[in-house]
């Protein structure tokens, strides 16, 4: 059985497994799976009925998840299915974030829904605490100051082990979007989805705080304190949505605010890859 931490795993799963058993899925496709371990396979795992199909582009979790035990009703592939094959559900956890294009991506993961089919996301709160901290940790990152802090811990106590976190990918894939919750729903309007559910994950993750929140106890706590704030205290959100028909006319292009194009250079400074 999946843990509970500090970024709402549990809460995330119990929130996808609710849509896939709510309209009896069969087949349901995870695109941006990672390795399997946060989500899907002990999603499979908790829906024997359905079939799944998981996918991502990093080659290197693929072959992980791959080689890892997983259920016989889950198979991990390193290429999206052939265009036109439809799925009851269609998760995209943790992947918009990191896509250029989100509004295409978006249109994208609808093409995969059969007619009342369900899209399930998740995604950061672009200005919530997760990202506050993810923001404070580049900036030490890149004066230098983070290696001094390094070097000092090392000197102390170890450093805990974030074993979970760290498994649900291996590829270096920052995040390139910061959404509020205005602009997530502007995007799926224009996508032709319609909202059926919204919870938020957690209040508090990530740098530094996930070393705070550890014991059962303050783990559950942050978990449903975010129940209870105004959705943008929350450090992620989840979304199930329904395809509806499609507004008339292309959808407007995703343009980042002057804000989401600062962090989007820093995210890219800070791991090399800009």
Same mark, same amino acid.
């Given at each position: 059985?999946? !843990? ?10 119990? =929130? @996808?497994? #609710? ?6 899925? /069969? ?17 499979? #795992? !908790?829906?024997?009925?359905? #079939? =799944? ?7 290197? /979790? ?8 997983? %259920?016989?009703n889950l198979r991990f592939c390193d290429a999206e299915p052939r ?8 998760? !995209? ?29 998740? @995604?950061?709160? &672009?200005?919530?605490?997760? #990202? ?10 890149? /004066? ?11 000197? &102390? ?5 974030? &074993? ?15 959404? /509020? ?9 224009? !996508? ?7 919870? %938020? ?46 507004? %008339? ?26």
């Open positions: 059985m999946l !843990a509970e931490n500090s970024y709402g795993w549990r809460k995330r799963l119990d =929130f @996808v497994a #609710e849509t896939v058993d709510g309209i009896a899925a /069969s087949r349901v496709l995870d695109i941006g799976c990672g390795t399997g371990a946060g989500l899907t396979v002990p999603l499979a #795992e !908790a829906c024997p009925r359905a #079939e =799944f199909t998981a996918v991502d582009s990093d080659a290197r /979790s693929i072959r992980w998840a791959q080689q890892a035990p997983h %259920p016989a265009p036109g094959r439809q799925f009851d559900v269609v998760i !995209a956890s943790e992947v918009l974030e990191h896509v250029e294009d989100p509004a295409a991506f978006v249109l994208h993961l609808r093409g995969f829904l059969r007619q009342g089919g369900r899209l399930v996301i998740t @995604v950061p709160n &672009g200005y919530g605490p997760f #990202e506050a901290f993810a923001l404070f940790e580049a900036l030490l990152n890149m /004066s230098g100051a983070q290696r001094i802090l390094r070097a000092i811990k090392r000197r &102390g106590a170890p450093a805990p082990d974030h &074993g979970d976190e760290a498994s649900a990918t291996l590829a270096i894939s920052p995040h390139v979007n910061f959404f /509020s919750r205005r602009a997530l729903m502007r995007l799926f309007e224009a !996508a032709g989805l319609r909202l059926n559910r919204f919870r %938020p994950t957690s209040f508090l993750c990530g740098y530094l705080v996930d070393s705070l929140i550890r014991s059962p106890r303050v783990v559950a706590w942050n978990a449903r304190v975010a129940d209870r704030l105004p959705p943008c205290f929350a450090s992620d959100w989840m979304f199930e949505l329904e395809p509806q028909e499609l507004p %008339p006319g292309a959808p407007a292009p995703w343009r980042r605010n002057a804000w989401g194009r600062m962090r989007r250079r820093l995210n890219l400074r800070r791991w090399g890859l800009g």
